[in-house]
């Protein structure tokens, strides 16, 4: 898996042989939304209709048999997950969990989730986070200016979980 932040609530995102791109009209000035959409495969909104995941029950989809498969890899799956939550799964990668605002109560699955924070409030977003579950990671698209007291405030809590932060326009395996 890859992410690229491009600031705001822009990602680009490797996941499952496929590219997500989210947010690209919201991209910040310099970056045209034209070319971060070119070659990706999905394109999808922060507020885009889709089908919704509870983040306590959800789980993964089961891998497929090679039987099965063949040579093709089966589609990423999206769902959203609370008010500006994106829960996408891919095959053979972690679950990859994009809050934008409120986190929702999340459960076991997430111990093994790759989760990216964007927004404000993203201190209490990940102490939120923390207090449910201990993820893998969690990569913060933070302002530099933030990045330092955050990592401090974070770090007695962490637990096994990496922390992160997204710098913009540079992409970061995950």
Do not use: C, Y
């Not at 996941?15 to 394109?43: F, R, T, W, Y």
């Not at 497929?64 to 890899?73: F, V």
């Not at 977003?125 to 974070?154: H, R, W, Y």
């Amino acid at each position: 898996m890859k992410l690229t932040w491009f600031g705001m609530t822009t990602f680009r995102i490797q996941i499952g042989g496929q590219i997500v791109v989210v947010d690209a009209h919201a991209s910040p000035d310099g970056i045209a939304s034209n070319e971060l959409i070119s070659g990706s495969d999905l394109q999808i909104l922060w507020d885009e209709a889709l089908p919704h995941a509870d983040g306590v029950t959800w789980k993964r989809r089961p891998s497929e048999r090679l039987l099965d498969a063949g040579d093709r890899q089966r589609p990423v799956v999206i769902w959203s997950v609370g008010l500006r939550g994106l829960l996408l799964d891919g095959d053979d990668e972690r679950p990859l969990l994009l809050l934008a605002s409120d986190v929702p109560q999340l459960g076991r699955w997430a111990q093994d989730a790759v989760v990216v924070l964007a927004g404000a409030n993203l201190r209490q977003a990940a102490e939120q986070v923390l207090d449910m579950v201990s993820p893998k990671l969690i990569a913060l698209a933070v302002d530099e200016g933030v990045v330092d007291t955050t990592f401090a405030a974070l770090k007695p809590r962490l637990d096994g979980t990496g922390l992160i932060a997204l710098e913009p326009g540079l992409a970061v395996e995950a």
